[in-house]
């Protein structure tokens, strides 16, 4: 039997061992973790959503009316009315034939690649994709190849060259860790062209960008047609949990077919689906969140230029601030999370070995007090450009 001791020794000093805090307050823009008071920079909740008192009190009224368990698949009885509700609306939102719930976008991205493919055919994904799109395409079975960054040029090339089989084209639409957003209609152009499937997972787009927040495609202007397959996830923008796949008739019941990750997990509660529809609704109609999360966004890259701190390029919620090495990016997390603010470090392998760096998100729910107590730590901890 293998000894993990050595491995686990050697991660940690690497400065790569990952540790669990523990937090004991409700998702917001402040927090208690481990016995400490901190103001939150590093969630996923980019429209106050996940503690919003609209999306709770769905949550409580669908336990009354569902109870706290779906008990089943979807295909066994675990298929409620309040998920098809949601599936429905949520299709209606990004104006697409349908839509289908999955437990999570780690899920939802596994189902889509081994249900449309198999041995003989080919995905193509950028080298920077989120782990469950790189995951979903080794486990396709498919013949795998990445492509540069964004580089729309390398992956026509890679295209081009293969001639049989299906091909399926897998990236993000809002990189998680960059902040970046994919060429999307360049993609969509020379998948057409080749004659391949796009799929885009705007699990960081959904809900934040676009008018009414309907992403990263709604942005670009671009269709169903140009990008068939949509995966987006609910446990960010929309404050819950859960992921859903949306496309057309065909592609929803081929999945509903042939998806394992779909057919064998149990539904996600129908109390949560009902506390989803309430945060979708949110979504749609409170467009001043969107308004005042990037006044935010504009402030941080304001500060960011005159104080020269060493921020990555994106025009995102997510603005990472580069550092380089593992054990760096550790130590001023931790002065910041000394300081009172939690900015987790990024380190290897979820970014390339020399690119860890500080993820800073920001939420609607960041006041001006919280902005500028963060300017004031960062001013404190950040090394000061030579």
Not at 196 to 222: F, I, P, T, Y
Not at 324 to 352: K, M, N, W, Y
């Amino acid at each position: 039997m293998k000894n993990l001791e050595p491995e686990l020794a050697a991660r940690q000093a690497n400065h790569l061992y990952r540790s669990r805090r523990i937090n004991d307050t409700p998702q917001g823009p402040e927090c208690v973790i481990d016995g400490q008071s901190l103001i939150n920079f590093c969630s996923n909740d980019y429209l106050g959503l996940a503690n919003h008192p609209a999306v709770n009190a769905s949550f409580r009224k669908g336990i009354n009316r569902w109870g706290s368990g779906s008990g089943a698949a979807h295909l066994v009885n675990g298929h409620t009315a309040a998920h098809h509700a949601l599936e429905e609306e949520l299709a209606d939102f990004i104006g697409r034939e349908r839509a289908l719930l999955f437990s999570t976008g780690y899920m939802a991205n596994l189902g889509v690649a081994t249900a449309l493919l198999e041995r003989g055919d080919a995905v193509f994904e950028d080298r920077l994709n989120h782990a469950s799109l790189l995951d979903a395409g080794l486990l396709s079975r498919a013949r795998f190849q990445r492509y540069r960054h964004t580089d729309v040029g390398d992956l026509e090339e890679k295209l081009s060259s293969r001639v049989e089989g299906e091909k399926l084209v897998l990236t993000d639409g809002v990189f998680s860790m960059d902040g970046d957003i994919a060429p999307l209609t360049a993609l969509a152009e020379t998948c057409q062209k080749q004659q391949a499937w796009l799929m885009v997972d705007d699990a960081h787009g959904l809900g934040v960008l676009a008018e009414k927040g309907r992403g990263s495609l709604a942005q670009a202007n671009l269709t169903a047609e140009q990008v068939p397959i949509l995966m987006a996830t609910l446990g960010k923008a929309f404050g819950t949990f859960g992921a859903f796949v949306a496309g057309s008739e065909a592609l929803i019941e081929t999945l509903i077919q042939k998806a394992r990750s779909y057919i064998y997990t149990t539904a996600i509660p129908a109390a949560l689906a009902e506390a989803t529809r309430t945060g979708l609704q949110v979504v749609r109609n409170e467009d001043w969140r969107r308004t005042y999360l990037f006044e935010l966004v504009a402030r941080f890259k304001q500060f960011a230029g005159e104080t020269g701190l060493p921020v990555m390029p994106s025009d995102t919620p997510i603005q990472p601030i580069q550092v380089g090495s593992a054990e760096q990016a550790l130590a001023i997390s931790q002065a910041l999370f000394d300081e009172g603010i939690l900015i987790t470090a990024i380190r290897p392998p979820t970014v390339p070995e020399g690119s860890a760096r500080l993820r800073l998100t920001f939420s609607a729910s960041h006041t001006e007090k919280h902005l500028q107590q963060l300017f004031t730590v960062l001013e404190k901890c950040f090394p000061s450009p030579a």
